[in-house]
């Protein structure tokens, strides 16, 4: 059935060329003018479902205690107490308060400082004035030491660094306010002219720096990716027809899948960055198999070319390329889509999409490729065979040559080695490390890292987790609650600030009775604890630690890591402590730290999932096309192999698996899939008139020179990823080189050993 479907295909192709042309030129028109209503989206929840748990706790908590995310502006210095460091400070902590964006601004100049003189409580910001002598400037920093609120917090213990956090408003654009603040920060730059550095950090920036990153390299992928492409393909044709037809066809089948983006309604994000390399790559795939049959065919043709053009021998030409490789094209298509809609079992949303976006735009080639190609080859004179001389063979035959001999002298010897090799590099798999931390997307040497790094380093933590107490706060024995499980956690080896409404009250208490000690505790009384948040409240804000109607409490615990592995260690942790008592007042654990620790289960779920999903898919598929049950099993050994070898090396290589990164196996099993069914396909033919050793050398020949293309175009379409901005991508395009090299040693190497030790009977068609 599918083969008719196929002749009748090729045969309206070469019959009506100018309308298959107009069609599919109509396609790509429409679809060009939807690209134009692509939007970007850089939030991290977006990657997520809202039904994920870490991300509802995220919502619970902002939903009681607004907003909460922060732009946090460092100033860094040798003594961050000098005069002309403080006054740059006060600058943009009073220029940030003016705009209107910002909720709450955090800074020495903001926060107060608690002090209790003559029994009476006196509540200031913690730096009233700045010290123009050096014993205004030790009376300041003894002062700082003493103030838990704003030592470790906004100014480093060492007094090296000093942090402005900026809290945003709910629902403001990203490029408004950060547009507001780094114009606050140039105007400090220019105004003062002290030696402090200044760098910003918080989740805003790294929307931001993502958004930067993400239309950098679509300006600078896609047509690098292109060019190499086509300098690709004329190496491998030599022949305009040979380059230009299947880079047509990528070019239509990116502007297609692009196109869906708006269509459905989705958004271009991070992840979606892989989509138009994956076209590059993959799409012309198809193309070069319906060329390579082509000029075949053109070669045993070649005496029958001579004179004016023959039309019905040009036609004949195209549609034969069509009907001989039309079915394995279309099965290894087919593959391909099952390994990239597996993705579709991922819970990060954004890889769901793209496995739905590049299958449909496979799907596209895949149709371009058996209507379109053979559409305009049929209007074309066939062209005169490239023919080579015994001397000027070309390495690539040479190299088949090699290969098919050592397979044919020694099948057994490559198994064994196999097994060997594959039994030492899936050790690997043991060291191998999930991260999902944000922070591992940039170069060390970047701005958000060094920040980040100096956060970790001075202000207790850049990631944190939140825990919501409910009751009644004003309840001395729940404030107290409060206060030991703050004091607790503090000390976990993971945690470096912890920020809870019970400290402030513990302070309070002590200051009202002159430093003692020994009142560094919850006051006893409702009354007491009134009248410190009605103290307090005056000249402080109490909005992200306790809700309006005081019966929730917000503890907020810092890390000083960018480690996963520790967060979710911390988290774990935290959910334990928080559990501890039979009714406990601590009713959520949540926060960017939660996500995090839950992305890297998803992360592991979702890897696995998708590779077993597509494993089993596509050796249906082969099953199916070959009548054999066999044949499934076969296909997919040189998977597996790769898929050792993958991880392995990953471990080895400490390349962590994120969120890029475990798309990849889904990827390879759908590409790789493509170089078993044409070698099987091939060799199933040849073996009908040849014995099996010349049967594996006639098919290396032949489709082993368009299955090392196929193979070739994939690595040389993703090594245009290793000018990306983004750490991961270009980890995953060194991945793809590792990964489809795999593919191809087992499909030209290791399958066709096997297949001389065994002889499968699928493939024994006489």
Avoid at 70 to 90: G, H, N, Q
Avoid at 161 to 169: C, D, R
Avoid at 440 to 454: G, H, R, W
Avoid at 489 to 516: C, F, P, Q, W
Wanted: hydrophobic share 50%; aromatic share 8%; proline share 3%.
């Amino acid at each position: 059935m599918i083969r008719n479907i196929i002749k009748k295909a090729a045969q309206a192709a070469v019959e009506h060329p100018w309308i298959i042309i107009i069609i599919f030129f109509l396609i790509t028109t429409s679809a060009a003018f939807q690209l134009q209503n692509i939007q970007l989206d850089t939030a991290i929840k977006s990657l997520i479902p809202s039904h994920m748990p870490s991300r509802s706790r995220i919502e619970g908590i902002e939903s009681i205690f607004g907003g909460t995310e922060m732009v946090m502006i460092t100033v860094e210095a040798d003594d961050v107490l000098a005069k002309s460091v403080l006054e740059k400070v006060k600058y943009i902590s009073d220029s940030l308060e003016k705009i209107k964006e910002i909720d709450k601004v955090n800074s020495p100049f903001t926060l107060n400082d608690i002090e209790g003189k003559d029994n009476q409580l006196i509540i200031e910001t913690a730096i009233r004035d700045i010290p123009s002598t050096e014993a205004e400037k030790s009376e300041l920093k003894e002062r700082l030491l003493s103030n838990e609120l704003v030592i470790g917090n906004v100014v480093s213990k060492d007094f090296k660094a000093i942090s402005i956090g900026a809290v945003l408003k709910e629902d403001v654009p990203d490029s408004v306010v950060l547009d507001k603040i780094d114009q606050v920060i140039a105007d400090a730059k220019n105004k003062f002219s002290d030696q402090s550095s200044l760098m910003k950090a918080g989740l805003p920036i790294v929307r931001a720096l993502n958004a930067k990153l993400i239309q950098h390299d679509m300006r600078l992928l896609m047509p690098v990716g292109l060019l190499i492409m086509l300098i690709f393909l004329f190496l491998a044709f030599k022949q305009l027809r040979g380059v230009f037809l299947p880079f047509l066809v990528v070019v239509m089948s990116i502007i297609f899948s692009l196109a869906l983006l708006p269509i459905l309604g989705w958004k271009f994000q991070l992840i979606t960055i892989i989509l138009p390399i994956i076209m590059i790559a993959v799409t012309n795939d198809y193309g070069i198999h319906i060329i390579a049959a082509y000029q075949e065919l053109a070669l045993d043709e070649e005496g029958e070319k001579t004179g004016p053009r023959n039309v019905e021998l040009d036609k004949k030409i195209s549609r034969d390329a069509v009907n001989n490789l039309g079915l394995p094209v279309i099965a290894a298509g087919i593959t391909t889509m099952i390994g990239l809609l597996a993705l579709i079992s991922h819970i990060i949303i954004p890889a769901r999409q793209l496995g739905v976006l590049a299958a449909a735009g496979i799907a596209f080639s895949i149709v371009a490729s058996i209507l379109f190609i053979p559409a305009v080859l049929s209007l074309l004179k066939v062209a005169t065979p490239l023919k080579k001389s015994e001397e000027d063979q070309g390495i690539l035959e040479k190299i088949l040559r090699k290969t098919a001999n050592l397979v044919i002298e020694f099948p057994k010897r490559i198994i064994i080695v196999t097994l060997i090799i594959l039994i030492m590099i899936s050790s690997g798999i043991f060291f191998l490390k999930i991260d999902t931390n944000p922070m591992s997307f940039y170069e060390k040497d970047s701005e958000i890292v060094k920040a980040t790094e100096l956060v970790n380093n001075k202000f207790g933590g850049a990631n944190t987790i939140s825990i919501v107490a409910e009751g009644d706060i004003m309840e001395p024995d729940i404030m107290q609650k409060i206060s030991e499980f703050e004091e607790d956690i503090a000390t976990y080896d993971t945690i470096g600030e912890v920020t809870a409404v019970s400290k402030i009250m513990r302070k309070m208490n002590r200051e009202l009775h002159n430093g003692d000690i020994n009142f560094d505790k919850i006051p006893d009384s409702r009354n007491a604890l009134a009248q410190y948040f009605l103290l307090f409240s005056m000249s402080g804000d109490l909005d992200k630690l306790v809700d309006f109607n005081r019966q929730h409490a917000l503890i907020t615990a810092r890390m000083p890591t960018n480690s996963t592995d520790e967060i979710s260690r911390t988290v774990h942790y935290l959910r334990e402590e928080s559990k501890k008592e039979s009714a406990s007042i601590f009713t959520m654990v949540g926060g960017f730290g939660d996500l995090l620790s839950e992305m890297v289960d998803v992360v592991i779920r979702g890897q696995v999932l998708s590779l077993l999903i597509s494993i089993i898919l596509v050796a249906i598929v082969v099953m199916i096309l070959f009548n054999s049950f066999t044949a499934g099993f076969y296909s997919i050994l040189p998977l597996l192999t790769a898929v050792i070898s993958l991880f392995g090396l990953m471990g080895y290589l400490s390349i962590e698996l994120n969120m890029i990164t475990a798309m990849l196996s889904s990827i390879m099993i759908g590409v790789g899939i493509d170089y078993t069914i044409h070698f099987l396909w091939r060799y199933r033919k040849e073996r009908k008139s040849l014995e099996a050793k010349d049967a594996v050398l006639k098919t290396l020949l032949t489709s082993g020179r368009g299955i090392v293309f196929n193979a070739l175009s994939v690595i040389v379409g993703f090594s245009v990823l290793l000018i990306s901005g983004f750490l991961p991508v270009k980890f995953f395009s060194f991945l793809v080189t590792v990964s489809v090299g795999s593919c191809l040693i087992g499909s030209l190497l290791i399958l066709p050993a096997l297949v001389l030790i065994y002889k499968p009977a699928f493939l024994e068609v006489k």
